[in-house]
């Protein structure tokens, strides 16, 4: 039987200040054999099945230890907490999550699926989507119409993850698409490094819209979302709770009187102090009912706290919902 999580961390870092030395010198000279390959891989695969690691020069210290969880935001978390554990850095040693990003890229070079690529040849089409603080890009290489759209897919990815980092990619980066043939406006990947530098620092990571629709019965719903916010960014909320109430006095069409959405605005109110941890998506209001949707830590004692409030509001029927959903499925039925 495998040993868990927590104790595949704890594994690490314990087993971590004898390893240290021996892999900072076949970084700087004895070379790596396979005996220490595979002692290093053992330990990461303890952590977990998914997670992949690199050493590579550091940022501030001499080298970098650096897991990749290879897009997956559950092995997101996983690597959050190994970095939550590490020790602190030093002049010779520093811990990354997730793959960083490297500017200079224009002589590197991979190979995918026996087609060697050339990083500094990569080009995208993109544009910047200011509602959602993220932008959108097509991506090209001459290698591409040799190669199938799944290689051309893990070629993309691969080369992203390289010069925005994964979590860059993770948080700034809306579609990705590979493209067999040039796209118009193609243009280097340094230019969209710069595009996402200057939407990052002006993002808020909070920019509502509001959407009207019908329901299949031909009602009117209206839908408020931030559709600015990122995963990456909270990455302890790991389920979607849902409040839904009922209004008191609807009009024909299911919808509150202004009186009655002042009152709503004012329950909105009450939930924020007790769901600290939490963070708001937005809310529903349709058919009778307004549906307020939140993204929190499974263990949050916000469970509790809402226990509590539902029982003071019983007028409103409400009820909630806690469901474990680490991926934000219920976040992208809305996209």
Same mark, same amino acid.
């Given at each position: ?9 704890? =594994? ?21 054999? $396979?005996?220490?390959? %595979? ?13 992949d690691w690199?050493? =590579? ?14 897009? $997956?935001?559950?092995? @997101? ?17 520093? /811990? ?22 050339? #990083?500094? %040849? ?6 910047? $989507?200011?509602? @959602? ?27 992203? !993850? ?7 990619? %993770?948080?700034? #980066? ?26 990052? &620092?002006?993002?808020?990571?909070? @920019?509502?819209?509001?959407?009207? &629709?019908?329901?299949?019965?031909? @009602? ?12 990456i960014d909270?990455?302890?909320? !790991? ?7 009922? #209004? ?13 959405? %002042? ?6 109110d009450e ?5 600290? !941890? ?15 949707? /939140? ?29 474990? $959903? ?10």
């Amino acid at each position: 039987m495998g040993i868990g999580v927590t104790e595949g961390i704890a =594994g690490f870092w314990k087993w971590w200040p004898a390893a240290r030395g021996r892999i900072q010198g076949a970084i700087e000279g004895g070379g790596f054999d $396979d005996a220490l390959v %595979e002692e290093i891989a053992g330990r990461v695969a303890q952590i977990g099945a998914d997670v992949d690691w690199e050493l =590579g020069p550091g940022s501030k210290a001499r080298h970098a230890f650096c897991l990749s969880p290879k897009g $997956d935001p559950v092995v @997101r978390k996983l690597t959050e907490r190994w970095l939550r554990a590490a020790p602190a850095p030093d002049e010779i040693w520093e /811990y990354h999550p997730a793959r960083r990003g490297n500017a200079e890229m224009g002589e590197a070079r991979m190979e995918i699926g026996g087609v060697e690529l050339a #990083l500094g %040849e990569f080009v995208a089409a993109f544009e910047v $989507d200011e509602g @959602r603080e993220v932008v959108n890009a097509t991506c090209f290489h001459p290698a591409f119409p040799r190669m199938s759209e799944d290689l051309r897919g893990t070629a993309t990815f691969l080369m992203l !993850d390289g010069a925005l980092g994964e979590d860059g990619v %993770e948080r700034w #980066l809306g579609g990705i698409e590979p493209a067999a043939t040039p796209p118009v406006g193609a243009r280097p990947i340094a230019e969209l490094r710069a595009a996402i530098q200057t939407l990052a &620092g002006t993002a808020t990571g909070e @920019r509502f819209a509001v959407m009207r &629709g019908q329901d299949t019965e031909g @009602r009117p719903l209206f839908v408020t979302l931030n559709f600015a916010l990122k995963r990456i960014d909270h990455l302890a909320c !790991d389920s979607h709770v849902v409040i839904d109430l009922g #209004l008191l006095r609807p009009d024909e069409n299911g919808m509150p009187t202004n009186e009655e959405a %002042e009152q709503l605005n004012t329950i909105e109110d009450e939930l924020a102090p007790l769901l600290t !941890d939490a963070v708001y998506f937005g809310r529903e209001t349709r058919a009778g009912r307004r549906v307020l949707h /939140y993204f929190a830590p499974g263990d949050s004692p916000g469970k509790a706290r809402l226990t509590a409030w539902a029982s003071s509001h019983r007028d409103r029927d409400p009820r909630v919902a806690w469901t474990e $959903d680490p991926r934000w499925t219920a976040r992208d039925r809305f996209l």
